[in-house]
């Protein structure tokens, strides 16, 4: 069983940076591959990031690559979300997501969520 919080949302104006960071339960963490999702109003949720279970492999959405960027610390059972250059598009809640093993870009195959937190890009 693993429990996610997430926290570090914000209204930020276009162009700021803002870090999210995932805070995980259990001693298995290392054995999640992680992710970040995005959720805007009446949009469907939307795959942005996700990390391998070393942090060795990374994987992103086209649209935030170069501008995002996911990290994890297993020793404190952390993920976080570096997000730069931020965009009026960019405005959803967060989510951060485990799967056992594997990562994915697909919602429906990760086993735990967070409750979300809310990033809101004012232009």
């Known amino acids: 069983q693993v429990q996610l919080v997430e926290s570090g949302g914000a209204l930020v104006q276009a162009g700021?940076?803002?870090?999210l960071s995932c805070a995980a339960s259990g001693r298995t963490?290392?054995?999640?591959?992680?992710?970040?999702?995005?959720?805007?109003?009446?949009?469907?949720r939307e795959f942005v990031a996700a990390i391998s279970r070393s942090g060795a492999g990374t994987d992103y959405l086209d649209?935030?690559?170069?501008r995002f960027t996911i990290s994890r610390d297993n020793a404190k059972n952390m993920v976080y979300l570096q997000m730069n250059s931020l965009k009026p598009?960019?405005?959803?809640?967060?989510?951060c997501a485990a799967r056992y093993y594997l990562g994915s870009r697909y919602a429906n195959e990760y086993h735990y969520w967070g409750q979300?937190?809310?990033?809101?890009v004012s232009s």
């Open 16 to 19: 700021d940076s803002l870090r």
């Open 29 to 44: 963490f290392s054995t999640y591959a992680m992710a970040w999702f995005r959720q805007a109003p009446g949009k469907e």
């Open 63 to 66: 649209s935030v690559k170069g």
């Open 89 to 95: 598009e960019d405005t959803a809640v967060y989510y």
């Open 116 to 120: 979300g937190t809310q990033v809101t």
